[in-house]
Nanobody, 128 residues
Framework: EVRLVESGGGSVQAGGSLRLSCTTSGFTSGDSDLGWYRQGPGNECELVSTTRSDGRPYYADSVKGRFTISQDNAKNTVYLQMASLKPEDTAVYYC??????????????????????WGQGTQVTVSS
């Protein structure tokens, strides 16, 4: 059974930091591209960051310079280090996995079943 389990969400003040973790099982995370989406109001998820098979991660413009994605294949875990958090970063953050080289949509229906594997999400709340 494929599982992605997120952790590390919480409530912080603006300017603070959080580190999200996503631990995978049921497949080899090193053979997949892993990423993070976030859901604000509504059912649509915004792409935040992904790992890439060429080693160059992707970041949305809104988080460049503040968020860092990393992966520990030995632990089957991908991390999202978030710094200088802003109230507009408040969202449910979802970990997702897709086959290597697959296109990641900038916006997608959250937890769309045919898009890939998804975690359950973790809430991040940033207060001003």
């Amino acid at each position: 059974e494929v599982r992605l389990v997120e952790s590390g969400g919480g409530s912080v003040q603006a300017g603070g930091s959080l580190r999200l973790s996503c631990t995978t099982s049921g497949f080899t995370s090193g053979d997949s591209d892993l990423g993070w989406y976030r859901q604000g109001p509504g059912n649509e998820c915004e792409l935040v960051s992904t790992t890439r098979s060429d080693g160059r991660p992707y970041y949305a413009d809104s988080v460049k310079g503040r968020f860092t994605i990393s992966q520990d294949n030995a632990k089957n875990t991908v991390y999202l280090q978030m710094a200088s958090l802003k109230p507009e970063d408040t969202a449910v953050y979802y970990c997702a996995a897709r086959g290597p080289g697959r296109i990641w949509l900038g916006f997608v229906l959250c937890r769309r079943p045919d898009f890939g594997y998804w975690g359950q999400g973790t809430q991040v709340t940033v207060s001003s």
